[in-house]
C-alpha cells in the first residue's frame, strides 16, 4: 500500500494552480518524506505535491539508479531552458500504464529552496531535465497529455478510464 493515494484525471486538484510555499514548517517536512516513501514505492522518479490532493509548490525528485538522491524541492521554477529540444517517452504516476512521447528543451536550469529554505538553483539536461519539467508543469496544473494533440490525448484518457472500469 502507498501511503498517499495518488490523484487521477479528470480530480480537479490535477487542474488547479497550486500555491506557493510561505514557510517550511514540521507538516511540510513530513509531506515531503510521505511523498518520497510513496513516489519509491510506485515506484516514479518524481512526485508533485497535486498528484497527492495537496495544492502547494512542492516537488520530490530521486532519478538515481540507485534510489539515494532524494531532491526535495519548494517553490521551484525554470530560469533557463535550452533551444535544443528532444523528444523522449514520458509516463505519470497519475495516468498509470498510459505512455507518450513529448517534446520539451534538453536542458533547464531551475531555481528552489530546498527543506532547510536556503536558495538553491540546479542545471540539469536530460532524464532530470525531463522530470523537473514535467513536475514543474504538475504545480501549473498541467499533464504530460497537455502537451499533445488532442486526438493523442483523448486516446490516453480514454484509455485509462477505461482500464479503470476493467479493473474495478
Ligand atoms: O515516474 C515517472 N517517470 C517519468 C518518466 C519520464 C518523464 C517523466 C516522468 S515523471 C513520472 C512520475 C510522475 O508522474 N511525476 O509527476
Ligand atoms: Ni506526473
New binding site residues.
Given amino acids: 500500500m502507498p501511503l498517499l493515494d495518488i490523484l487521477q484525471p479528470p480530480h480537479p486538484t490535477l487542474k488547479r494552480p497550486a500555491e506557493p510555499v510561505a514557510a517550511v514548517d514540521d507538516a511540510l517536512l513530513r509531506l515531503m518524506d510521505d511523498m518520497l516513501v510513496t513516489m519509491y514505492e510506485a515506484p516514479?522518479?518524481?512526485?508533485?505535491a497535486p498528484?497527492v490532493d495537496v495544492g502547494r509548490r512542492v516537488v520530490v525528485i530521486d532519478t538515481t539508479e540507485e534510489k539515494n538522491q532524494p531532491i526535495r524541492l519548494i517553490n521551484p521554477a525554470v530560469t533557463w531552458r535550452s533551444d535544443e529540444r528532444a523528444i523522449a517517452e514520458?509516463?505519470?504516476?497519475?495516468l498509470p500504464g498510459q505512455f507518450a512521447e513529448v517534446k520539451r528543451p534538453v536542458a533547464v536550469t531551475v531555481s528552489y529552496l530546498d527543506e532547510r529554505e536556503a536558495e538553491r538553483v540546479i542545471e540539469a539536461e536530460g532524464l532530470l531535465a525531463?522530470?523537473l519539467q514535467?513536475?514543474i508543469d504538475?504545480l501549473d496544473g498541467i499533464l504530460f497529455t497537455d502537451h499533445l494533440s488532442a486526438l493523442k490525448r483523448n486516446m490516453i484518457l480514454r484509455r485509462l478510464a477505461k482500464q479503470r472500469r476493467v479493473k474495478a
Avoid at 516514479?44 to 508533485?48: F, P, Q, S
Avoid at 514520458?90 to 497519475?94: A, K, M, N, Q, R
Fill in positions: 516514479g522518479i518524481g512526485l508533485a498528484q514520458e509516463g505519470c504516476l497519475s525531463r522530470c514535467h513536475e504538475h
